[in-house]
C-alpha cells in the first residue's frame, strides 16, 4: 500500500505556514455533526428513557423492549470475569495497582491555616457525588479506559460511579466488564453516543444525572459534551488522539516507527508527527515506515492517518526540536534522545512526557501509572491530564475571630465605598464596631 509522508523543514521558508496547516483541526467538528448532537440531546431531554431505547436501536442496531433492560447486571460482570484468560486478569490486575499507586499520590486533604489575630482560613476538599464514565465501543474496546476513568474517581472518594458503553448488536468485551468491577465502578448502562452523554447529563426515569462526565468518544460524543457543558461538568472536550515522537541520530528508528504507527492505528483521524534532530535522520525514518508498514494488522488505518495528518519534520539542534515539540503542545511526547531527562525543564506544553528510548507511549495507555486521559489539539497550553483533583471540589473556609473581623473591616469599607456597594462597606463596619480591645492584664 503506497504512503506518501508529509516532510517539513524547520529552516524552511514555508516552515510555519506548513506546521500551522499541519496543525489546523478545527474544522473537523462539522456543522452537520453539531445539529445531529443538538436533536438528539433535545430528544433525549424531552423523551427520556424512550428516546434511549429508540436511538440504542438506531445507531448500535440493538433493540430493548423496556428501559431497565438498559442497564447490565452486576452478576454479567461478575460472569465475563470468570471468563477472561487468567493472564488477562493478571495483567489487568497490575495495570490497576500501578494507575491506583500513582493516583493515591495526587489526592488533595482539606487544611486551615490560624492566622495571629485568631481567624482561621482554609480549605475544605470534598469528592463529587456522582460521575458518570463514556466507554467507546466500536472499531475498538478500550477496557483500559474503564481503569484510567474510575480508578482516579474511586481515589477521589467520589459516592457513585456510572459507567456507559455503547454495545453495537449487543456486543460487549468481557474485559471492559471484568476492568468496570475491578476499578468499582457502580452501575453500568449500554448505551453510547450523544444520546448517553444526554441521559448523565439530564438524567432519565432509568439512567441517573450525574455531576461530571469524564471518558473519550468520538466526534459525536464530544460535540455532546461541549453542548452539555454548564449543566454538568467534563473532563475536556477531546479530539483525535496524536502523539510527537522527537528523535535524534542514536534513537533506534524502527522503535520510533512502531511508536508512531501505535497512535496512527487509533483511528484515521489519528497523528503522527516525527521530530528528526539532525542529517538524514529522517530519510532513514522514512525507509523503515515503508519498510515496516505492510506488516502490521492495521495497516489501512495507519497509511491513512499518516498520510492525511501525519509528518516527519527535519530540525537542526536538539533546542530547536524542543522548540517545536512545544509549538505543537501535543498530547503525547516521546524524548527519544540522548539525555531526555536534561531537556525535560524545558518542556513547557505536552500531555504527558515519554523520557529516553525505552519509555514507549504505549506503556503509558496502559499500565505505566499516570493517566491516559490527556489534552488534545494542542490544549496541553492550558490543560492537564485527567486525575483525582478532577473528581474533588476545594470550597473555601473564613472562619473570622473578632479581632480579625475589626482588622479587616476597615480594608473592606474602604473598597467597597470605591466600588459603590454601601451595603457591602456597612455589612464590614458592622463587624468592626462591635469590637472591644481587651483590656491589659
Not at 511526547?333 to 506544553?349: G, N, V
Not at 474533588?392 to 479587616?408: F, Y
Request: proline share 5%; hydrophobic share 40%.
Amino acid at each position: 500500500m503506497a504512503l506518501t509522508l508529509r516532510r517539513l523543514k524547520s529552516d524552511a521558508s514555508d516552515f510555519d505556514q506548513r506546521l500551522a496547516s499541519l496543525l489546523n483541526r478545527t474544522g473537523e467538528m462539522d456543522g452537520e455533526v453539531d445539529s445531529t448532537v443538538r436533536a438528539i440531546i433535545q430528544g433525549v431531554r424531552a423523551s427520556g428513557d424512550a428516546a434511549l431505547l429508540s436511538l440504542t436501536q438506531e445507531f448500535d442496531g440493538l433493540k430493548i423492549d423496556e428501559a431497565s433492560a438498559l442497564e447490565i447486571p452486576r452478576a454479567t460482570w461478575s460472569a465475563a470475569t470468570d471468563r477472561i484468560d487468567p493472564t488477562i486478569q493478571n495483567a489487568l490486575g497490575d495495570a490497576a495497582r500501578r494507575i491506583r499507586e500513582f493516583h493515591e499520590q495526587q489526592r488533595e486533604e482539606s487544611w486551615q491555616i490560624t492566622q495571629s489575630d485568631g481567624t482561621r482560613l482554609g480549605q475544605q476538599v470534598t469528592p463529587l457525588d456522582r460521575v458518570g464514565i463514556y466507554v467507546p465501543g466500536g472499531k475498538a474496546s478500550y477496557p483500559s479506559s474503564v481503569l484510567m476513568n474510575a480508578i482516579p474517581a474511586k481515589v477521589a472518594g467520589v459516592g457513585e460511579i456510572i459507567m456507559v458503553v455503547p454495545t453495537p448488536n449487543g456486543e460487549i468485551s468481557d474485559t471492559v466488564l471484568a476492568c468496570a468491577e475491578l476499578a468499582g465502578v457502580d452501575r453500568m448502562f449500554r448505551i453510547g453516543g450523544a444520546q448517553a452523554i444526554a441521559a448523565l447529563a439530564y438524567g432519565t426515569q432509568t439512567v441517573p444525572r450525574v455531576d461530571k462526565i469524564v471518558g473519550p468518544g468520538n466526534r459525536y460524543v464530544a460535540a455532546a459534551k461541549k453542548r452539555v457543558f454548564g449543566d454538568v461538568g467534563i473532563d475536556m472536550i477531546a479530539g483525535p488522539s496524536e502523539v510527537v515522537v522527537v528523535c535524534d541520530a542514536n534513537a533506534p528508528l524502527d522503535w520510533v516507527a512502531m511508536d508512531l504507527f501505535a497512535q496512527a492505528e487509533h483511528d484515521e483521524q489519528a497523528q503522527s508527527i516525527a521530530i528528526c534532530i539532525g542529517p538524514h535522520v529522517g530519510d532513514r525514518l522514512e525507509a523503515q515506515i515503508h519498510h515496516a508498514l505492510p506488516q502490521l494488522e492495521r495497516a489501512g488505518i495507519v497509511t491513512a492517518s499518516l498520510e492525511n495528518h501525519g509528518a516527519l519534520i527535519e530540525v537542526n539542534s536538539a533546542e530547536e526540536a524542543v522548540e517545536v515539540a512545544n509549538r505543537i503542545a501535543p498530547e503525547h511526547l516521546e524524548l527519544m534522545m540522548e539525555s531526555a531527562q536534561d531537556w525535560l525543564p524545558r518542556i513547557r506544553h505536552a500531555g504527558a512526557i515519554f523520557c529516553g528510548y525505552h519509555s514507549a507511549e504505549s506503556l503509558g495507555d496502559y499500565c505505566a501509572g499516570p493517566n491516559h486521559v490527556l489534552p488534545t489539539s494542542g490544549t496541553a497550553r492550558f490543560s492537564s491530564p485527567l486525575g483525582v483533583y478532577d473528581f474533588q471540589k476545594r470550597s473555601s473556609v473564613i472562619d473570622c475571630s473578632e479581632a480579625g473581623a475589626h482588622a479587616m473591616s476597615s480594608i473592606a469599607s474602604v473598597l467597597a465605598r470605591a466600588e459603590g456597594l454601601t451595603a457591602h462597606a456597612r455589612s464590614a463596619e458592622l463587624r468592626g464596631a462591635s469590637w472591644r480591645e481587651p483590656p491589659d492584664d
